[in-house]
């Protein structure tokens, strides 16, 4: 057998390794998008709210009844994006 | 952490506000919105391991431990009980237990599961990982696990390849089944597997397990009053129906199973809900010679428990029935009362001529299943009555069969589903009795096709022309999950099914 092809002395390819972030996940301390925004501060989420018709034309929008709601600052539609 | 029983003295305190002991912390209720569900008031107070993957009980990533009655010594035991945190009202924990992952253990000190699934990689993404932490540690702490190295398949195998799929334990008893509710999309489920069959016992000095020699946390009398609505837990049946007379519009909740999806997928909210989970006089199992006896807010797995295979169709029902966390918390009372066509307990409950009885501050009174349903999710139960038990008349018919066809094996709905509860004496069918669901507005008795049967030879001739009978019954539609046509068709070929695989038992058993 040549040099090359016997095992290094501390080999890491084929040792059997944990997931970098195996302790996280199952301690259920590893951090998700929605997981943060509890953990930031003066952080705005944002929820999409979809029509329930899967093909429609949406002729009407009134986002009055939403910004009533406690804790909603802005309803974002397409009036908002440049350009569209 | 420290997990101690509850002071016994602490028992019942009206006055005092709702709160929860998680992850040994007592933790107040005291202001949250009484629709709030127990997975996202658990997340606001940090608790982000229990995760929402669905948020309608099928993915399993909320799942969470509760301490719970222990189901064979209810009174001076606990047992640790997986379930989806999603599809509860936070206030229904009040005067509980709660563990999620964080509680189990922490990088620097692992639970046995925990690190089991660490060094078998068990997680990529890691997003299902704290939800299959917490079902597998309920079967960690299962009280009647043992090792079996001999176990393998419990399930009569004249059902064929299926019938192993029903019951897989490990070397290590543990039941495999035990995480039918949680989904992974991205280890393929082996490693998970391979971790849940390397645990071994629970040592004597874990605290959890300590825990479960103990009596479960005693019953609270919930009053939370929020702007969005109140959720009261009264602590006796009088009291029950007392409250309900005076809201008759109010929601029933045991394990909130079905009334969850509504909340976070419909986005219904109760005004008042009162919480019918724990009260005793629903919680009641009785064998007589006349009949068995199940308690509405038995839990489908306290009574798969207790039964103990007493009730042959019901142990076909069960496995079939969604998954094992909901099993935890449904109640027959809850699939009776939403009497959905699609309910997977009435074919098979009709099949058994199940009799309900019915309470309100009038009394009790009882009501053939048969006769029950009257309309699409109506029935002849009042506003101001609740199911107070299911009595299943005894004896029991010797051939029982529950046919579910839906797209998945498991944790799925059903498009058709046939319970059958048949006997045969000297060859000839004496009694017939067969329950459908998904094929009309209510689930029905298949009354044509038991008239086709009875009195007549159980031979293939007369299945045969039963099974013609069959597929005529009630009036399957076209909806998601499948059209009239393919209804019909399986309600055509599930009588040749059944005689078939009952002639194969009994060659079997013959030889």
């Known amino acids: 057998m040549s040099a090359l092809s016997e095992r290094p002395t501390n080999p890491v390819v084929g040792e059997a390794l944990p997931h970098e972030s195996a302790s996280l996940h199952v301690t259920g301390l590893a951090l998700y998008t929605d997981d943060l925004v509890g953990r930031t501060k003066d952080c705005l989420h944002a929820y999409p709210v979809q029509v329930f018709q899967a093909h429609a034309k949406v002729t009407r929008l009134d986002t009055a009844p939403a910004l009533e709601v406690p804790g909603v600052v802005y309803v974002l539609t397409a009036a908002d994006v440049p350009g569209v | ?511």
């Open chain 2, 1 to 511: 952490m420290t997990i101690t029983a509850p002071d016994s003295r602490t028992t019942d305190s009206p006055g005092s506000p709702p709160q929860v002991t998680v992850n040994g912390r007592l933790c107040s209720l005291d202001g949250v919105p009484a629709n709030t569900t127990a997975l996202n008031w658990l997340r606001d107070l940090g608790l982000t391991g229990a995760k929402e993957g669905c948020a309608e009980g099928e993915c399993g990533a909320c799942s969470v431990l509760v301490a719970r009655p222990d189901y064979a010594d209810p009174e001076n035991r606990t047992q640790w009980t997986a379930i989806n945190a999603c599809l509860i009202p936070a206030g229904t924990l009040d005067g509980g237990e709660v563990v999620t992952s964080e509680g189990l253990g922490t990088p620097e000190a692992l639970h046995p599961v925990q690190r089991e699934m660490a060094v078998r990689g068990g997680s990529q993404c890691g997003y299902c990982t704290p939800g299959f932490v917490c079902s597998m540690a309920a079967e960690y702490y299962r009280a009647d696990r043992a090792d079996n190295p001999e176990a393998s398949y419990d399930a009569d195998e004249t059902l064929g390849h299926v019938a192993h799929l029903e019951s897989e334990h490990g070397p290590n008893g543990f039941d495999l089944h035990a995480m039918s509710g949680n989904l992974c999309r991205c280890t393929g489920y082996r490693p998970i597997r391979d971790a849940a069959y390397a645990l071994g016992m629970p040592p004597e000095d874990d605290a959890f397990a300590t825990r479960l020699a103990s009596p479960p946390p005693p019953v609270r009398r919930t009053r939370i009053a929020e702007p969005d609505g109140e959720l009261v837990r009264p602590t006796s049946l009088a009291e029950a129906t007392a409250v309900l007379g005076e809201h008759p519009d109010a929601v029933l909740v045991a394990g909130s199973t079905d009334w969850g999806v509504e909340v976070n997928i419909r986005g219904e909210r109760a005004a008042y809900a009162i919480a019918v989970d724990r009260l005793p006089e629903l919680r009641g199992f009785d064998v007589s010679e006349d009949w068995i006896e199940l308690g509405a807010a038995l839990t489908l797995t306290e009574i798969e428990r207790r039964l103990q295979g007493r009730i042959p169709l019901l142990d076909h029902v069960f496995p079939q029935f969604a998954s094992r966390l909901i099993r935890n918390g449904a109640t027959l009372g809850g699939n009776l009362g939403t009497g959905s066509p699609i309910g997977d307990t009435p074919p098979a409950l009709l099949a058994l001529e199940a009799v309900l009885v019915l309470a309100s501050t009038e009394g009790e009174r009882v009501v053939a299943l048969a006769d029950y349903f009257t309309g699409y999710r109506s029935s002849v139960r009042r506003a101001d009555e609740l199911i107070k038990s299911v009595r299943i008349p005894l004896p029991l018919a010797e051939i029982n069969a529950f046919h579910k066809i839906a797209k998945r094996r498991f944790d799925d709905i059903s498009s058709v589903a046939v319970g059958y509860a048949i006997d045969v004496v000297d060859g000839e069918v004496v009694k017939a009795r067969i329950g459908l669901g998904g094929v009309a507005a209510t689930p029905i008795r298949a009354l044509d096709t038991e008239t086709a049967l009875e009195s007549r030879p159980w031979s293939r001739e007369t299945v045969r022309v039963a099974a013609g009978v069959l597929r005529q019954e009630g009036t399957p539609i076209d909806d998601q999950r499948a059209t009239a046509d393919y209804r019909a068709a399986m309600l055509g070929t599930s009588l040749l099914k059944l005689y078939a695989q009952q002639s194969r038992r009994e060659e079997r058993s013959e030889s």
